[in-house]
């Protein structure tokens, strides 16, 4: 059976892991490319580095920060944030990444899924969607007070942001995980805005939500904090695999730990490595 | 040093493939024209994406490789590259493979999502494989693909997602996995390992 995977983001900027990090192996973690190789050691199932360098500088510096950390990795490894293009998407992937996740650059322009899987396969594309709760409980609720044909109009359960959560998008969650995996993405990796950072436990129903409506794994990402939030992530949330930062940076007990608890708690993982 | 000729046919980008093979301590070139396979005794098929990008791999490669093979070349198909090594592939019918191995890639089915993405393990099959020498029964390895390749008297690991298939392929000198070695982590590269061992025997 395949196995839940565990994820680990390293946030970059300009060629620094900047997030999660101030307390403690200040040396080691600052650099992407040792941590990435550490977790790697660690157990880890796959690497995600996210740029969030806000310079063009800081751009040009992500190529040989990827470079450097597929060097020293040879688990799966991912690039995104402010990627734009197919040119931009290539240089990563010449760089080393084995996929590319696209989050605004799609919601401006849905086709650059499809170019992308086109050309690099949809195992390469990975859909980012960061959503938010908005004004209607559930799901039920919104099919109520929407006419047919009309679902991607206001109000919304979850509804999508873009550029980095600051641009209320006019899309909901689900119906956009619907068309971006029918327009070529091959996984989507999905963010709730309101558990991001606050280590409370990640939104299962949204995860839950996604998962049900599309055939492609579902990476559930924000509010890490304990062993059973994973847990409850692969069970309630039916995700495919789950995303965290900070909880690893931090962690008191180590990937393998966090991994056995989930064997025992009868989540299928990795354990071997 | 070993030598390993990697093919570029055009599906999907070769970085991975290219360093994993590097930690053998082969050298790696990769080649575009079927005239270039000219010495290449140890040659791998990587890819990924759609199988109609076999295509690429025309009469003019097919004979090259043919050729290869009967002066005593090694040859692994990786993922979408092993798939070729079959008949053909329902993702692509009107593509033929290059029949290296008798079967037919089907698509993935049973209560499971497809893709298949993620670490699965490997259970043996039939003989005892070069490929898979010190590799633990159970080990993970990393998949990510919506067809697969039945399991015949070729097959010398299985894995299931919604249904077993072949996992790890071995016949006389081809080999196929429909992993990725090259991003498995150390059981990848002792994979990959195996393979520059077999390929330098036997010459």
Same mark, same amino acid.
């Given at each position: ?33 040792? +941590? ?70 799609? +919601? ?97 129903? +949204? ?67 | ?58 009469? #003019? ?30 993702? #692509? ?12 890639? @089907? ?36 998949? @990510? ?9 070729? @097959? ?9 298939? #072949? ?18 982590? @150390? ?9 520059? #061992? ?6």
């Amino acid at each position: 059976m395949v196995a839940r995977r565990l994820i680990a983001c390293l946030d970059v900027r300009d060629g620094r892991v900047v997030k999660g990090v101030k307390f403690r192996d200040l040396r080691e973690a600052g650099d992407p490319a040792a +941590l990435a190789a550490r977790y790697s050691a660690d157990g880890i199932d796959e690497i995600v580095l996210l740029d969030i360098s806000a310079t063009v500088e800081g751009r040009a510096t992500l190529l040989s920060t990827v470079r450097a950390a597929a060097a020293k990795t040879f688990i799966p490894l991912t690039v995104g944030g402010g990627l734009r293009s197919l040119d931009d998407a290539r240089a990563v992937l010449d760089a080393g990444a084995d996929k590319v996740s696209v989050n605004s650059a799609a +919601l401006r322009d849905p086709s650059l899924l499809t170019a992308l899987a086109r050309v690099y396969g949809s195992q390469a594309v990975i859909v980012a969607i960061d959503a938010k709760r908005g004004a209607v409980d559930r799901r039920a609720d919104l099919q109520v007070c929407l006419e047919p044909g009309l679902k991607t109009r206001p109000p919304y359960v979850f509804q999508v942001y873009s550029r980095s959560g600051t641009t209320a998008e006019p899309r909901d969650a689900v119906e956009w995980a619907r068309e971006a995996e029918a327009r070529g993405a091959g996984e989507v990796l999905l963010t709730s805005i309101d558990r991001d950072g606050t280590h409370s436990g990640f939104d299962c129903e +949204l995860t839950a939500a996604v998962s049900d409506a599309v055939q492609i794994p579902v990476i559930a990402s924000g509010g890490a904090g304990t062993p059973e939030h994973f847990i409850d992530v692969f069970g309630l949330g039916r995700a495919d695999a789950a995303l965290a930062a900070s909880v690893f940076h931090f962690a008191e007990h180590g990937i393998h730990d966090l991994k056995t608890s989930l064997r025992d708690a009868g989540v299928p993982v990795r354990l071997d490595w | 040093m070993a030598s390993i000729t990697v093919i570029d046919y055009g599906a999907g980008n070769l970085a991975s493939v290219q360093k994993g093979l590097a930690t053998t301590g082969a050298s790696v070139s990769i080649v575009r024209r079927a005239d270039d396979l000219d010495d290449a005794n140890t040659i791998v098929i990587p890819g990924v994406g759609h199988f109609g990008a076999t295509a690429a791999l025309d009469d #003019a490669w097919r004979r090259a490789i043919a050729q290869r093979l009967d002066r005593g070349a090694a040859l692994l198909g990786i993922c979408l590259g092993m798939h070729w090594l079959f008949n053909g592939s329902d993702e #692509a019918p009107d593509v033929p493979g290059a029949g290296l191995l008798t079967g037919r890639c @089907t698509r993935l089915s049973g209560q499971v999502k497809v893709p298949h993405v993620g670490w699965n393990t490997l259970s043996a099959s039939g003989q005892p494989a070069q490929l898979l020498e010190g590799i633990a029964p159970g080990a993970s390895v990393y998949f @990510t693909h919506s067809f697969a390749a039945p399991i015949t008297a070729d @097959t010398v690991a299985t894995s299931s997602h919604g249904a077993p298939f #072949a996992a790890c392929v071995a016949r006389g000198r081809v080999w196929g996995t429909q992993f990725h070695p090259e991003k498995s982590g @150390t059981v990848g590269l002792r994979i990959l390992s195996n393979f520059v #061992a077999a390929a330098s025997e036997g010459r």
